[in-house]
């Protein structure tokens, strides 16, 4: 027995020994790499003829160069020349010509030509992956690329099927698909006449900031500076983005000194960060929306007074100030802050007793409604807190909690009552927006057209269809910005939306990392500009 | 063919060896339970309300869109068509594509899976160097303060949520104490350094005879080996406790008694000899449950395991990860049921 004792209290001692005595290197990161705790298990793929995800689009914002491009240090100032130095629009406003920056060179040392431009914006379109809406809304198709997208010496002329707004058409070659690829390098590794695709997945061939390394899914992704980018080489030689589910563990590490960046923490976390020696939080609006959406096919929510009455049945303020804190800020119009033609009325708070006359005036009390929402807890907590105030004006609201399989296939054959979900911009231009959530040329059951919310809610929009194909059109930026103030609000009057909340990322970082910029609700994060 | 025997009874010669027979038996039923484990995982995975469609043309793609990529999965076809189809690629050894990724499945399992076969590895190696002599021990002293420790130990590791025992750990050695790493399976100035040569990284940092990175590789993997290692403890200590209560009560171990052999030799030499055959049931088990993934382990410590890459892709509705990692899964079973099989034979003469 006693041999026993001693063999148990040795292994028990070996293995605390085996503990302490591990050397153990924990060091602050170097000051010329930095390393980024975030979820990236959305990355499906790098090439940015495909990438349609948020880590994603941080990977070729930094790797691929475009066309236009944002400037991080002023994102408001709208798109900027990077590959094309200047541009011409024709008098009809259908042509476009970019006359190429000289001296750019992709990461492979290849120069950047207007025939590199007319292959990358070619390939996009023929490739006809899942973000090639962006372009092919101008008429581009995969037989017309030939004449519509050319290359002339150091031009590059793009002709759309008619007339669109210049900001339009160049917000759209901001988005991820007008990211410029290396022609010769891409080509060397076609398989199957794939234009590359299945390489540029998980390898790169442009000429930003920085190029990549390597990307292991649900691991991490590496990039290394590029010495030769026009803008100067970056001061962070390498950038590590590791992938960190959860949010415990990145505070963890960034307590440590591990990582320098923290892009997931729960408020909880930020909470206890904020108090965290050498570490900072920083609050940076981005594009997504939080909204709740009426059927329109249901007979008392087609009424004015009731789609009003819903409005005021929201308690904006108290879950912004409580479980949504510093996640979510109320905003109440369908182009998110820092949009061209944004704008920051949010007229609607919470009034039970104006809903209530609004109801009765309608006729409409005592209903009872159900409302389809995706397994997310916030998206839950929102819902039960819309089952509160709707009560008290005598509304029953059922939740129905789902899958997006389940949930969004009910709320695409328009059979929900009430849909609460989030919707995020697809490129940086108001039409984004505009062009789903008022925007429905056919109302009809046939028409079928699952990708605009203002079909799947069944309404007709009321004439701002007609307002929204006008401002798409229109050249002059301030008309258009003003134009879409107008739309929004009638939007914000009429619709059978009530956009409730626009998203807030919260980065915990190390006090000594500056210049850091994610990008806001246009784009996506840039690291050239970060120093340590 | 007919034979005389040497007591000059006739009998029939099998028509096979038995090992021949025994093989193919072996091979038969791994070969029934693949197909069902196969069928029941593709099943499940059609009928879940999950939407491969979706997960890859998102969720304003028009309906013609929709539509087409519904197609290119074949979803269109009869079940039990996709179901052949797939067991054809499977029998040649494709699993195919990761439907959100599009590398090959056996690519990610490759890389995957050796992350988490050096944690359970380690994980259970704790279990068994720990439990087995606890075990013994609150056997032999049953009902003593010996008995109750170990007893106050296995109900905690059985109870304490995982997740909550995880952070716990994290936050007080790798947070307060700097003993450990942190999540992850090395630090950012060790990766990439040794060629990846089984996927394991404390393997082939030792045969590139790179030791330092060896032991940051082991500063990351102590903690959660040691929590995964806590759990299988928990379980091999009450079985082994258990196991050895019957033996100890047996008259052979009064037997042995009386004739005066030492305690020692009474408990070792006999009444645990006698146990072996039921612990390697109890620890094989405890090995294939560590080796399909432990996901909250893997999540809370950025292990990039087989748990979390079957749970991603369950979430993410890429059916096609799923069925592969469940293979994957369900191979490690039956290997592990015929590795017991085979121990059983050596360590029982009667099986013989």
Same mark, same amino acid.
């Not at chain 1, 296939?409 to 940086?428: F, M």
């Not at chain 2, 992350?115 to 049953?142: D, K, Q, S, W």
């Given at each position: 027995m006693n041999s026993l004792t001693k063999l148990m209290t040795s292994a028990a001692l070996g293995l605390a020994v085996?503990? @302490?005595?591990?050397?153990?290197?924990? =060091?602050?990161?170097?000051?010329?790499?930095?390393?980024?705790?975030n979820r990236i298990d959305d990355i499906t793929t790098l090439d940015p003829a495909e990438s349609f995800e948020f880590a994603g689009s941080d990977v070729s914002r930094n790797v691929y160069q475009k066309l236009v491009n944002f400037d991080p240090a002023n994102l408001d100032a709208g798109y900027q020349p990077e590959i094309a130095e200047s541009w011409d629009v024709s008098g009809d406003g259908s042509t476009i010509t970019f006359t190429i920056r000289d001296g750019l060179t992709f990461h492979s040392g290849n120069p950047v030509t207007a025939a590199d431009v007319e292959y990358s914006l070619r390939r996009a379109v023929i490739l006809n992956k899942t973000p090639s809406f962006i372009l092919t809304q101008f008429g581009f198709t995969a037989d017309n690329v030939g004449e519509t997208i050319v290359a002339d010496g150091n031009t590059v002329t793009i002709k759309t099927d008619k007339p669109y707004a210049t900001s339009f058409v160049l917000n759209c070659l901001t988005a991820t698909i007008g990211g410029i690829v290396d022609m010769k390098t891409v080509m060397e590794n076609e398989v199957d006449g794939d234009m590359g695709n299945t390489w540029l997945k998980t390898n790169s061939a442009g000429s930003g900031a920085y190029k990549l390394v390597s990307w292991k899914p649900n691991e991490s992704v590496t990039l290394q500076s590029n010495p030769d980018f026009y803008l100067g080489a970056p001061a962070m030689e390498r950038v590590i983005v590791r992938h960190v589910q959860e949010s415990a563990s990145?505070?963890?590490? %960034?307590?440590?000194?591990?990582?320098?960046?923290?892009?997931?923490?729960?408020?909880?976390?930020?909470?206890?960060?904020?108090?965290a020696d050498g570490v900072v939080i920083t609050d940076e609006l981005r594009g997504r929306l939080m909204y709740v959406s009426l059927n329109q096919k249901h007979p008392e929510l087609s009424k004015p007074e009731v789609r009003q009455a819903i409005k005021y049945l929201i308690d904006y303020e108290g879950m912004q100030n409580s479980f949504l804190n510093g996640q979510y800020v109320i905003h109440q119009n369908f182009l998110p802050r @820092?949009? $061209?033609?944004? /704008?920051?009325?949010?007229?609607?708070?919470l009034n039970v007793e104006k809903a209530k006359e609004l109801l009765a005036s309608a006729g409409a009390e005592g209903m009872e409604l159900e409302v389809g929402v995706r397994e997310a807890q916030e998206r839950i907590e929102i819902a039960q807190t819309l089952q509160n105030t709707f009560a008290q004006a005598g509304?029953? $609201?059922?939740?129905?909690?789902? @899958?997006?399989?389940?949930?969004?296939?009910?709320?695409?054959?328009?059979?929900?009552?009430? *849909?609460?979900? =989030?919707?995020?911009?697809? *490129?940086?231009?108001? #039409?984004?927006?505009?062009?789903?959530?008022?925007?429905?040329?056919?109302?009809?059951?046939?028409a079928n057209a699952t990708g605009l919310l203002a079909w799947r809610n069944s309404w007709d929009t009321g004439g701002l269809t007609e307002k929204v194909a006008a401002a798409v059109v229109e050249n002059d930026r301030d008309v258009r910005s003003k134009m879409y103030a107008d739309i929004q609000a009638q939007?914000?009057?009429?619709?059978?939306?009530?956009?409730?909340?626009?998203?807030?990322?919260?980065t915990a970082q190390r006090d000594n990392v500056q210049n850091v910029n994610l990008g806001g609700a246009t784009t996506a994060v840039s690291y050239w500009p970060i120093t340590k | 063919m007919a034979v005389t025997d040497t007591n000059g009874e006739r009998r029939r010669r099998a028509p096979f060896p038995r090992w021949i027979k025994g093989t193919v038996l072996t091979l038969g039923s791994i070969a029934v339970t693949m197909l069902g484990l196969l069928f029941i995982t593709f099943i499940i995975g059609r009928v879940m309300p999950i939407d491969p469609v979706l997960a890859i043309v998102g969720e304003r793609a028009s309906q013609s869109t929709y539509d087409a990529v519904y197609e290119q999965l074949g979803l269109d076809k009869p079940l039990i068509v996709?179901?052949?189809?797939?067991? &054809?690629?499977v029998v040649r050894g494709d699993f195919g594509m990761?439907?959100?990724?599009?590398?090959? !499945?056996?690519?990610?399992?490759?890389?995957?899976?050796?992350?988490?076969?050096?944690?359970?590895? $380690?994980? !259970?190696?704790?279990?068994?160097?720990?439990?087995?002599?606890?075990?013994?021990?609150?056997? /032999?002293?049953?009902?003593?303060?010996?008995?109750q420790i170990a007893r106050v130990v296995a109900l905690v590791g059985y109870s304490m949520p995982i997740f909550w025992l995880g952070l716990m750990g994290l936050l007080v050695f790798y947070g307060i104490l700097g003993w450990v790493g942190g999540p992850g399976r090395l630090d950012i100035f060790y990766q990439d350094i040794v060629p990846s040569r089984t996927g394991m990284i404390l393997v082939d940092s030792a045969i590139a005879?790179?030791?330092?990175?060896?032991?940051?590789?082991?500063? #990351?993997?102590?903690?959660?080996?040691? +929590?995964?290692? *806590?759990?299988?403890?928990?379980?091999?200590?009450?079985?082994?406790?258990?196991?050895?209560?019957?033996?100890?009560?047996?008259?052979? !171990?009064?037997?042995?008694?009386?004739?005066?052999?030492?305690?020692?030799? /009474?408990?070792?030499? #006999?009444?645990?000899?006698?146990?072996?055959?039921?612990?390697?049931?109890?620890?094989? +088990?405890?090995?294939?449950?560590?080796?399909?993934?432990?996901?909250?382990?893997?999540?809370?410590?950025? &292990?990039?395991?087989?748990?979390? *890459?079957?749970?991603?892709? +369950?979430?993410?509705?890429?059916?096609? =990860? !799923? $069925?592969?990692?469940?293979?994957?899964?369900?191979?490690?079973?039956?290997?592990?049921?015929?590795?017991?099989? %085979?121990?059983?034979?050596?360590?029982?003469?009667?099986?013989?």
């Open positions: 085996a503990l @302490t005595a591990a050397p153990v290197a924990v =060091a602050e990161t170097p000051p010329n790499m930095l390393v980024i705790a990145q505070r963890l590490l %960034l307590e440590r000194g591990d990582i320098d960046m923290a892009r997931n923490l729960n408020p909880e976390d930020i909470a206890g960060a904020r108090d @820092t949009f $061209l033609g944004a /704008v920051d009325e949010n007229p609607f708070s509304i029953t $609201l059922n939740i129905t909690v789902g @899958t997006a399989k389940q949930i969004l296939a009910r709320y695409r054959s328009r059979e929900l009552d009430v *849909y609460l979900g =989030a919707w995020g911009p697809d *490129y940086p231009d108001p #039409h984004t927006n505009a062009g789903t959530f008022a925007f429905n040329p056919d109302n009809s059951d046939a939007f914000r009057d009429t619709a059978p939306f009530a956009v409730m909340f626009q998203k807030i990322e919260q | 996709q179901f052949l189809y797939y067991l &054809w690629d990761s439907l959100l990724n599009a590398r090959p !499945v056996s690519e990610d399992i490759a890389r995957v899976f050796p992350a988490t076969m050096e944690l359970a590895t $380690l994980g !259970v190696f704790i279990g068994i160097v720990l439990g087995v002599p606890l075990g013994v021990i609150a056997a /032999v002293n049953r009902g003593s303060w010996i008995d005879g790179d030791w330092s990175v060896f032991w940051n590789g082991f500063s #990351h993997i102590v903690l959660p080996a040691s +929590l995964l290692g *806590y759990y299988s403890l928990a379980y091999i200590s009450r079985m082994t406790r258990s196991f050895m209560l019957e033996q100890l009560s047996a008259e052979y !171990v009064t037997t042995a008694r009386v004739k005066g052999m030492s305690e020692r030799a /009474v408990i070792w030499g #006999h009444a645990f000899k006698n146990i072996r055959v039921q612990l390697i049931t109890v620890i094989a +088990l405890s090995y294939a449950n560590l080796l399909e993934g432990s996901v909250l382990t893997e999540i809370i410590f950025s &292990w990039p395991g087989i748990g979390s *890459y079957i749970t991603t892709a +369950l979430l993410s509705a890429d059916m096609n =990860a !799923v $069925l592969g990692g469940t293979v994957v899964v369900g191979l490690i079973f039956i290997c592990l049921n015929i590795l017991s099989d %085979l121990l059983y034979r050596i360590f029982d003469p009667r099986s013989k």
